[in-house]
């Protein structure tokens, strides 16, 4: 079965945003086994949109739409899947319900215009929007499904997993399925790791293995097709099991899960507090650590300059492992890290910014401090990232151990 | 005149990859006032690149395509442009001798694969690629031009840059120009702004206005169409200057400008140092602001509960105006914030986060503290972007009046 994707909105068009919600959607058509051949961007023009859509329609089971649901005039979607289907559209007034109950939740005034967005073609499915003000809904014409989801990136990954998906899986009754396992590691390459799993990642095999790099991880991806998901998993184990040998420790976790959940695990396991000095990575260690549900109460940082963390500390800058003591005790924690991004120097034409990260455990007697010199380059953002990325991963080290 | 792109490549179907190329072509056509009406995205299969291309051709003047160009067999490009142009393809010796030659120069050996790449479609222009080793081409049909370049964004940018806006610009004369201009606001929702600004979103004006939300912030985007730039900015002025007018401080600034760059540019002119405490923002303020270049030693940051920084700061907890005080005495700063996202309620079935942002100034003797309320819905990510936006935009209002 086929799908198509209709990506709405003229900043697509202008270049003033990038379409990362196609990316999203394609992958979560594949995992349920639609064929995804065409995905099409037009403006938010309602002639060229109706025509966008009449074309998909023809050429595919179902089209998902994305953008063009808010409340203003430029916002055409509704009228154009009206228009494709050959609908009126008509006013929907538990839509216009629903919106208010969201609106009067946060203390604000529906606008006239909000009224707008509770018409949807007639004999449209609704679909409630419980993460924004955008009411969507499903247009059945004989085979065919026409779904028109919001452009905020969040609301449209919400819908899609939780209503759209189970849909699709029910009046469709899929068969085949695709099935990921993703092994996450950090601090190898992406080159190195491809060396050491090459042998998986031949074509046409059944599990596939591909890699991706992010910033100072590497995401090794095994996929597997079968008729039933427990088929797929078993074809995925083994595989699993012989590159979980290869790269050991290097793994932090699996699917999903992200260093931050791996630390914030631990640091609930050991029932031990956290602080951080960022000096040069600005909050961005805090910020992805209390992102974790509940890991807000055993995690605090201090945002500052080293020269700055050392006056407010008492501490003479020196080694950072000693400064991740000092950090250590003011903090009262178990566990410390001090993270230090120096000025960079140049090399080949490249900067280069030397950064230190010491780590400190104690509270209980047995104090231990250790200190990891890096060499990051890359833009200073990208450094940042990889700085924040090895702290948590010197963290999850700690952790295990028990000690820096 | 009218442009259009095809992507070819099934991982961009696939979701594996996100496509960055159409926005950066996107812009640049517009720079040069083409018009893009449609971008279609087919994978790697000839019949279906072959149609896409022969419906761009039949309503576009300009089709560029990126990606295909490759030595493998699923680069099927060169030939569906020789076919929607019926064409036969035809061997470039000098495209051979220029592969080799890249190739020799980093040591490497051709494979035979990478003579196919020396086909293009007879008549074709061919285009040479010194960033790589893919040769692209330009096929003139009657007024039409199908441009073929690579799917590596680094060689495309170069190519498109160097050597496709030159050609388009000698071969078309281009007169007409788009210019866009962006105002951002934060502190009214979209529907509101769009009931402000409504009257000039009418289709067909010229400049035309369009709205677009991101979390806490509304972009306006002005943009108009004229033979030369400086039409086109005369043609935004009036709107820009009426939409401003209506606005007025709701608006913080322009195009690529963030809240953090105002705040950080605020804090330079007044040569002011700021502190902020952070119970429940993660540390996200800080690392927005210490993002902009330069702006780190101005900038520190508590991360930590609220009940913590009490006790830090010796304060008992109540206002967040009188925290917001204790933060800035703390960190020796003439501003300071104190953002506290409370534990949520329930309404209506959705969680709500009652959220306080305290500021302070001081330090020249006349010490001034204010507290904002907010209440904030939706998951807690969304929920802290949001505590953090109304946070900056908090600090860019006491820069401008000189005290909280």
Known sequence: MRAEIVSIGSELLLGQIVDTNAAFIARHLAAVG??????????????????????????????????GLGPTADDVTREAVAQAAGRPLVFVPELLQEIEAFFRARGFTLSPSNRKQSYIPEGAIPLSNPVGTAPCFIVEQDDRAVISLPGVPREMEFLLVNRVLPYLRERYRFRGIIVSRLLRSCGLGESRVGEVVGDYMATGANPTVGTMAHLGQVDIRITAKADDEATARALIAPVEAEIRHRLADLIFGVDAE?????????????????????????GLVAERLTTVPGAARRVQALVMEAEAAGRHLGVTLGSVAALAEAVRVWGKSRLAAATVIGAPDREAGQAIYPTRIGVATGGDGGERAAEYPYRFGGDFRQVRVRAAVMTLDRLRRALIAGSA
Do not use: S
């Not at 064929?35 to 179902?62: P, Q, S």
């Not at 507090?273 to 990575?281: N, P, Y």
């Open 34 to 67: 639609l064929d995804l051949f065409h995905k099409v961007t037009v403006g938010d023009n309602l002639a060229r949109v109706a025509a966008a859509l009449t074309t998909a329609i023809e050429r595919a089971h179902v089209v998902i739409t994305t953008g």
């Open 258 to 282: 992200t260093l931050e959940d791996v630390v914030a695990a631990g640091l609930g396991q050991r029932d031990w507090t956290l602080t951080v000095l960022e000096a040069g990575t600005g």
